[in-house]
T-cell receptor
Framework: KQEVTQIPAALSVPEGENLVLNCSFTDSAIYNLQWFRQDPGKGLTSLLLIQSSQREQTSGRLNASLDKSSGRSTLYIAASQPGDSATYLCAVEETSGSRLTFGEGTQLTVNP | KAGVTQTPRYLIKTRGQQVTLSCSPISGHRSVSWYQQTPGQGLQFLFEYFSETQRNKGNFPGRFSGRQFSNSRSEMNVSTLELGDSALYLC????FGEGSQPQHFGDGTRLSIL
């Protein structure tokens, strides 16, 4: 059974800092990995999707990497801003398709 | 382009009642998935529908059921509600549900059981 773990559970940083969120998964037979953000009381916003054949994806100040063989992914946020404050979730989609297995999330607070 | 729309946003029910939640996917998307989010269990997959057929099912009791209509809109039904069913129910849509495109989520329906 696939298990996804995110470290740290919570993170508080000053504005402008670069930061890394970590995600690990137990079964490397994945189809893709997605990073989402969730604001309080809201649904999930897709940030980046990395196919199993890819090593990384970039969007603006965000960069996500994937090392399938070791079961790890990182989300790098450059020059953090207070608007980045949210819970960040990583999810893997296994070869069966569509079913996402989520980690517990990292709650990020960026202080002005 | 409109996003995924879930109705209602909030719902209060009592134990033993049943409830139906609705999800309208992004126009053109044919795959709709449902997830339950609770503080204790996090996000858990309920089921996925594609072209009116359930393709994938999570580990939830038979009280949880769903369906998809020909226009891809989906409904989820929970019968004989229990206190533990209190949760945020999220719906996600994607083009074909085959993993090459991201899943897009609605804002959810917050269900509270008294």
């Amino acid at each position: 059974k696939q298990e996804v773990t995110q470290i740290p559970a919570a993170l508080s940083v000053p504005e402008g800092e670069n930061l890394v969120l970590n995600c690990s998964f137990t079964d490397s037979a994945i189809y893709n990995l997605q990073w989402f953000r969730q604001d309080p009381g809201k649904g999930l916003t897709s940030l980046l999707l990395i196919q199993s054949s890819q090593r990384e994806q970039t969007s603006g100040r965000l960069n996500a990497s994937l090392d399938k063989s070791s079961g790890r992914s990182t989300l790098y946020i450059a020059a953090s801003q207070p608007g980045d404050s949210a819970t960040y979730l990583c999810a893997v989609e296994e070869t069966s398709g569509s079913r996402l297995t989520f980690g517990e999330g990292t709650q990020l607070t960026v202080n002005p | 382009k409109a996003g995924v729309t879930q109705t209602p946003r909030y719902l209060i029910k009592t134990r033993g009642q049943q409830v139906t939640l609705s999800c309208s996917p992004i126009s053109g998307h044919r795959s709709v998935s449902w997830y339950q989010q609770t503080p204790g269990q996090g996000l858990q997959f309920l089921f996925e529908y594609f072209s009116e057929t359930q393709r994938n099912k999570g580990n939830f009791p038979g009280r949880f059921s769903g369906r998809q209509f020909s226009n891809s809109r989906s409904e989820m039904n929970v019968s004989t509600l229990e206190l533990g069913d209190s949760a945020l129910y999220l719906c996600a849509s994607s083009l074909f549900g085959e993993g090459s495109q991201p899943q897009h989520f609605g804002d959810g329906t917050r269900l509270s059981i008294l």
